[in-house]
């Protein structure tokens, strides 16, 4: 590969002046002298340093992304639209795993950093009370004040620029659904103690059983997983209150939940309703009633807010979700019994 040295001999210019060149500096370069430094690169092929410039700018082509967990296909699907709208930019994102823990997620957000990331994207929202939680936040909001575009697509506690579905909306209207539905005895099940995103899903959830002087029911706090969902099942078949539907805190969540009830002999949607949140492809394979987050959108207005070269670029405003009906519900008739809802639209 050619050097800097050995274009500024062909060029017969000093180093100093073919670095202004090949860099875009605004130091003034006559035009022939700008021509023969572009003529000589192009002859060695040169091409100037990745690391040089980021060093110089303090800004790379590199989209940092740190997912709560990457085993779980929401986070998978907002990482490939950051990529894709990434790579349109010209830049190339680094993904790090953070296993929902403020500890690694402060640890991969320094190493970002320190690489000169142009920003980075947080997926998953904050867990209050988790250690580690407030000295991430100390540490976001100083990086900020620095210059560093850190981008939140779920609810943080920390100064960032934030493109963030209303969780509370998502779930007040899928539960609202469920009782158009006839739906009663409707339970909301999964999350993760102080998982925010989902408390304010929960939120939504009791808001709307309230309104409908309908009683909440909320069970199985313990995971975001598809194992979660089963479990709660399983409480719920052993203590004998199987409700009419269930309300899942997301996707995955509701594929664990219709595991367990299938494997218990129950049939689906003739004898609970089932329905989730995030519009996965996993859900879809089940038919899945579930409300769908435009997820690969929300990655993509994030990696085109950091690749905005501007100095203030505007800050986009979140997609809105949508109510996908599924086979996974069904309207009860006065009769007590479940007749098969189609996929119609609201």
């Not at 979660?228 to 969540?253: F, K, M, Q, T, Y």
Request: glycine content about 10%.
């Amino acid at each position: 590969m050619a050097t800097l040295r050995e274009v500024a001999e062909l060029a017969a210019v000093s180093v100093a002046t073919a670095s202004r060149v090949l860099n875009g500096s605004a130091h003034p370069v006559s035009r022939d002298i700008r021509e023969s430094v572009q003529s000589a690169a192009q002859t060695l092929g040169y091409t100037p340093s990745a690391a040089a410039q980021a060093l110089k700018q303090q800004r790379s082509k590199i989209i940092g992304v740190i997912a709560s967990d990457i085993l779980d296909p929401y986070f998978a699907e907002l990482t490939r639209g950051i990529e894709i709208e990434a790579a349109k930019a010209g830049f190339v994102t680094i993904l790090a795993n953070a296993n929902r823990d403020p500890e690694q997620e402060r640890t991969k957000f320094r190493v970002l950093r320190e690489h000169q990331a142009s920003g980075i994207v947080f997926c998953g929202s904050d867990i209050e009370g988790s250690p580690g939680t407030a000295e991430l936040a100390r540490e976001v909001n100083l990086a900020v004040r620095a210059g560093t575009r850190v981008v939140a697509l779920a609810p943080r506690g920390f100064d960032s620029t934030k493109i963030v579905i209303d969780n509370h909306a998502a779930s007040y209207e899928l539960t609202r659904y469920m009782l158009s539905l006839g739906h009663r005895r409707i339970a909301f099940v999964g999350g993760m103690p102080g998982l925010t995103a989902v408390e304010q899903r929960v939120i939504g959830y009791r808001r709307a059983m309230f309104e409908a002087q309908a009683l909440p029911m909320v069970l199985g706090n313990a995971g975001m997983r598809q194992e979660s969902g089963r479990e709660a099942v399983a409480h719920l078949i052993a203590a004998g209150e199987l409700p009419e539907a269930i309300v899942c805190a997301n996707d995955e969540i509701a594929v664990g939940v219709l595991a367990g009830l299938w494997t218990s002999g129950y049939r689906i949607p003739d004898d609970v309703s089932v329905a989730g949140i995030g519009g996965t492809r996993g859900g879809a394979v089940f038919g899945l009633t579930t409300v769908t987050l435009p997820l690969v959108e929300l990655g993509g207005l994030a990696a085109a807010y950091i690749a905005d070269a501007g100095r203030s670029p505007k800050i986009p405003e979140a997609p809105q979700f949508e109510l996908r009906p599924g086979t996974t519900t069904a309207a009860k008739d006065t009769s007590g019994s479940s007749r098969s809802y189609g996929r119609s639209t609201l």
